[in-house]
């Protein structure tokens, strides 16, 4: 991996007119990606992630801001960023009746390749992604996991520096989003190809992604590694239970003394999350031992990408996506709708 940037945005904004109000579904965009990473974009439905992708592939225009893609501006060269970057969205981009070697080979020829470039090509991801078995099916015949990876493989029919992922995973079986990954992981290693995706599986970002970028309500709210986000955001819960409530309201003052994180107190319990919760557990337990308090039981918990979001907005993911469905929602599906027929990337 090199320092060199892939991706540069500044200030990308896109405000959709729905029913004669503006909708701004995303704000202020502004970011450097760095070739070679593995960027998970997280959010809630609506966040506006899938707007952003479709910005920084050329598939719809934004209202204001500028961006750089694989060195090419969105607005003033969008052939030279298209020639540069694959794009899955979130719906099979195969054509149904096609079989899966033919489609590739389409792919090749759309995007100017030789007839003996594509085979060539065709053939390499076909082994890499693990196609061979059906690569003279239908892309109707294909399960939803082997349609995926079609997908994929079409996005790197012409070997471009920068994959986008749109919710790759989504719908797949638990065993299939495994393969998945594995093939997304294996050909990072082989080509070093950036890849930047959007994910509602937050283990996903958390277990694969070097940099996680948060966004809510359109804006960036949070940006950098999963466990600095955890440590400085969320931090390790800790609990400890006591034979009885007066004695958890006499351990309270002696286990604030011990962190700057507020401490609650609920009944017979004491919680806190921290950073570094493994260090600080046992800490806790001796100075409370020492002072003629039994703990009953303690626990740590490690926390998650779930619970930095928490900490930001005040509401889980899960919570925000059920809840933000809406305008910005409409106008999004709206474009992406009109934009695919006059343009597709993969």
Known sequence: MTDEHIIETEGLTK???????????????????????LVAFLGPNGAGKSTSLRMLTTLIPPTS????VVGHDIRADAAGVRARIGYVGQLTSGSFAQRVRDELLSQGAFYGMTRRDSIRRADEL????????????????????QKRRLDIALGLMHAPPLLFLDEPSTGLD???RANLWEHILQLRRQHGTTVFLTTHYLEEADRYAERV??????????????????ATLAGDVLTFGFADASQASAAHPIVAKLTPREVTRE???????????????PVIVRE????????????????????????LTGRTLREAGEGDTGAADEADTESAVTNTQTGVLS
């Open 15 to 37: 405000v959709f007119t729905v029913k004669k109000a503006e909708v701004a579904a995303v704000t202020d965009l502004t970011f450097a990606a760095t070739r070679g990473e």
């Open 65 to 68: 801001g500028t961006a750089r």
């Open 126 to 145: 076909i082994e890499s992604l693990d196609l061979g078995g059906f690569a003279t099916r239908t892309v109707q015949q294909l399960s939803g996991g």
């Open 174 to 176: 638990p065993q299939s």
């Open 213 to 230: 970028m948060v966004m809510d309500r359109g804006r960036i709210i949070a940006d950098d590694q999963a466990d600095a986000l955890k």
């Open 267 to 281: 009944g017979t319990s004491l919680s806190l999350a921290v950073p570094d919760g493994d260090h600080l557990l």
């Open 288 to 311: 409370l031992d020492a002072a003629g308090i039994a703990v009953s039981r303690a626990t740590g918990v490690p926390p998650t990408l779930d619970d930095v979001f928490l900490a």
